[in-house]
């Protein structure tokens, strides 16, 4: 029997995905992943996934690659794939590949979309699949004195007629092909049909599908989130992205300056990643976004039931004072907290005292975002805005985190150190220690 006071697993997954459920309802999102994707034994449970979202309201628009089965029926052939600056050379052989590879892949990602069977994910499901010439495009030219020939770049997209199939609860399918009003037929880039159609719907999100182990720092290290400043600076920076990487992040920051506000990178290999990524709030992959997924800003009066929430085991703990939710309103314009994609996860308070002095109280870190540098980056905020008002010695009284603060340069006084009007509010029996830092 489970633990009443702990939930299981599951159930504390549901609750922190329902804010998610909420706000991706009618949203637009545009995901592209690659022939490499579809050509996986665990294909359908990317297809099962997509087509949850759809059953949650989620208006999508599936963009697919479809490099491998083009190299594949060119090796039947006896043909040889010619590249530069990474696109395909198509001439009429490749368009005679690439035409029957996409009409092969898009009836097959049909196919899967389309499963109701009782025993498979989408048990009773209906879902509506739209495709077509939405579009247009023209052709590449010559570059570097190299004749693209049938490769071609997006024109337009007819936004209107996708739309339109949104609204009614389909899901909008592209292939890398487009169309001119000659009717012509032009090889596409999946990424290039992937980011028009974004920019065109004003899309919410576009998550591309990686191969590898996707954006990584120098020691390795998974890279969760970038600014778009953030994300210019690795693009400039002189160090080795694989190919792939280079490419969309610079098609990420292309579509955060044309107001895509996320752009998500995902390991493909992943069972699951696009689940983990859009119902969790860490995600499994690389965050581009044009606004600021995290930071420090002054506390508003819609806050108090997150600070409420944050400080509440603390308070139980003994660790701080209690605070009813009628005195953080009151006092609401003492605090900064730490926003992480809407979610309250961190906080502190500045109370002045007399006029060079002032009292650090109530800073608390979500648990989960324990040990990151959270609780540093908020003091150095408060300090700041302290020096910024004139105040010269900063208090604390702690029952718990004396060390942590001694760390940080507040060294131990006595209550009687305290401004008088600090002291007389002293509770004597929580037997705080009090801590003082000189501002420079």
């Not at 599908?209 to 953030?230: F, K, N, Q, Y």
Request: net charge neutral; proline share 4%.
């Amino acid at each position: 029997m489970a633990n009443a006071q702990q939930p299981p697993a599951f159930v504390r997954w549901f609750r922190d995905s329902a804010p998610y459920i909420n706000a991706f309802r009618g949203r637009t999102f545009v995901v592209m992943f690659g022939g490499e994707a579809v050509q996986d034994p665990q294909f359908p449970n990317l297809v099962h996934d997509l087509a949850l979202l759809n059953s949650l309201g989620i208006r999508l628009v599936l963009v697919h690659g479809a490099r491998p089965q083009i190299d594949a029926r060119l090796q039947a052939l006896g043909a040889t794939s010619r590249y530069h600056r990474g696109l395909r050379v198509t001439d009429d052989q490749a368009l005679a590949c690439v035409k029957e590879a996409a009409g092969s892949l898009r009836v097959e990602i049909e196919a899967l979309l389309s499963m109701g069977l009782a025993n498979s994910p989408m048990a009773g499901a209906c879902i509506r699949v739209a495709s077509g010439n939405a579009v247009v495009a023209r052709p590449l030219g010559v570059i570097d004195g190299v004749d693209y020939q049938h490769t071609g770049e997006v024109r337009r997209i007819d936004a209107e007629a996708l739309d339109a199939q949104l609204a009614q609860g389909s899901v909008v399918l592209l292939s890398p092909l487009g169309y001119s009003p000659t009717g012509e037929v032009f090889n596409l880039s999946a990424e290039d049909v992937a980011a028009s159609a974004a920019t065109s719907l004003r899309a919410d999100k576009v998550i591309y599908l990686v191969e590898g182990a996707g954006l990584r720092d120098s020691r390795r290290r998974l890279i969760r989130e970038l600014s778009l400043a953030e994300a210019e600076r690795v693009l400039a920076a002189r160090r080795r992205l694989p190919d792939e990487i280079r490419r969309l992040l610079g098609q990420a920051v292309r579509l955060c300056r044309h107001d895509v506000r996320r752009v998500h990178l995902l390991p493909r290999q992943t069972d699951g990643a696009l689940l983990q990524e859009l119902f969790t709030r860490d995600g499994i992959g690389t965050l581009i976004s044009a606004d600021r997924y995290e930071g420090i800003r002054p506390a508003r009066i819609d806050d108090v039931a997150g600070i409420l929430e944050l400080i509440e085991p603390l308070e139980e703990a003994g660790v701080l004072v209690r605070r009813s939710r009628e005195r953080l309103e009151m006092e609401i314009d003492r605090f900064l907290v730490v926003e992480r994609d809407g979610m309250i996860i961190a906080c502190a308070a500045l109370y002045p005292l007399s006029d060079d002095a002032a009292e650090l109280a109530c800073l608390a870190v979500h648990p989960d975002y324990r040990n990151q540098g959270r609780g540093d980056s908020l003091l150095a905020a408060l300090e700041a805005r302290a020096r910024a008002a004139g105040i010269r010695r900063l208090f604390v009284l702690s029952t718990r985190t004396a060390h942590w603060f001694r760390e940080r340069g507040f060294v131990p006084t006595e209550p009687a150190a305290l401004p008088i009007e600090r002291q007389a509010l002293y509770n004597y029996q929580r037997n705080s220690k009090v801590f003082v830092k000189e501002l420079d």
